[in-house]
């Protein structure tokens, strides 16, 4: 379904540089972007990207050369704005498909008129599916999970007994949502388990990627807040909780009952250890340990993590260390 160029700058609140009427189709890389397609650039330095590209509109920074005089939307943030854009292309309206021949359903559920519930998908007893919620084949609910409305289900995902997930949660293929923590007591030789006998909330508007592992509390609950998203590969301990508007990159662990703040950014491959707490808006640099509380705000890089900006000069030293080295052996002979 096209776009006017005014829809979409009354959307994305820019300014609008051209036609209001003209319709574009979709949006695409300036590269690949064909007539009738909008694109979009960061920053100046794909100014000579634009001025070649094949696009019929642009949405660009505020501030562009004057020269420039093609159509465009002009806006604070254009990646933000491709992010609007993508969404006012792509999404479509629900349609309820009902549930399929196929599809396994327990005993005692609460399910709306208005799902989608695809074959081969497993629901147990006592669930309750909210209007609007798509459950795509091969997921399987155990009893009593509650999925709230407008929810969608990938592909082989797996949520156990007693685990909630909001409205508007996208879990992608093969995430398992509710497994056992991993939490034993040593007895002699043998490892005794501890049941986990707690839960998994997920609160709304979370998405979580493909192949993801969130487990449920030994006790109480282990939590994703508000509009968390988490990426592809992550696991997270039982009794963690993850505040709100946070980002886990790819393949990050969270040991349990560590509390990660709000809006925190933890990049591909951070490690965090048990029972720490994360202070609001930190960022934790890629790759990075962390064994320690960080204080709201902070920034912080390496293993183990410590201030990113000191973390950086390290990194310079540690490049130069064979250098040091071998000039510290030469003076070592001269003074020796």
Not at 205 to 222: K, M
Not at 259 to 272: D, E, F, M, R
């Amino acid at each position: 379904m096209g776009k006017t160029l005014a829809e979409l700058a009354e959307l994305m609140q820019g300014r609008l540089e051209g036609p209001g009427d003209m319709e574009v189709s979709g949006i695409q890389s300036l590269d690949a972007a064909e007539e009738g397609q909008i694109s979009f650039a960061v920053n100046l330095k794909f100014a000579d990207n634009v001025r070649n590209s094949a696009a019929s509109a642009f949405i660009l920074p505020e501030i562009w050369p004057d020269d420039f005089n093609r159509p465009s939307i002009r806006v604070k943030d254009p990646y933000l704005g491709y992010a609007l854009a993508t969404q006012a292309f792509n999404i479509r309206p629900f349609e309820a498909a009902g549930i399929a021949p196929g599809a396994v359903i327990g005993e005692g559920c609460n399910i709306s008129d208005e799902v989608t519930v695809m074959a081969r998908a497993v629901i147990g007893d006592g669930c309750i599916i909210e209007k609007e919620v798509t459950i795509h084949p091969g997921v399987v609910l155990g009893k009593n999970v509650k999925v709230g409305e407008g929810t969608v289900l990938y592909p082989n995902v797996v949520v156990y007994d007693r685990c909630s997930l909001g409205r508007n949660v996208i879990v992608h293929a093969g995430t398992i949502i509710g497994g056992d923590g991993f939490g034993y007591a040593r007895n002699g030789s043998r490892h005794e388990k501890i049941i986990h006998t707690g839960t998994v909330v997920i609160e709304d508007d979370v998405e979580i990627g493909a192949n993801s592992t969130i487990d449920r509390a030994a006790l109480g609950e282990t939590r994703i807040g508000r509009g968390t998203k988490i990426d592809n590969l992550v696991m997270i301990a039982h009794n963690v909780q993850v505040g709100q508007s946070s980002i886990i990159v790819s393949q990050v662990g969270i040991s349990g009952s560590s509390k990660i703040g709000n809006g925190v950014v933890l990049a591909g491959q951070v490690g965090v250890v048990g029972h720490i707490e994360i202070g609001d808006g930190s960022m934790v640099g890629a790759k990075s340990g962390v064994a320690h509380n960080l204080e709201e705000g902070s920034q912080v890089s390496g293993i183990p993590a410590i201030p990113h900006a000191t973390w950086l000069k390290a990194v310079t030293i540690f490049r130069r260390l064979p250098n040091i080295v071998k000039e510290f052996r030469e003076l070592k002979k001269k003074i020796g």
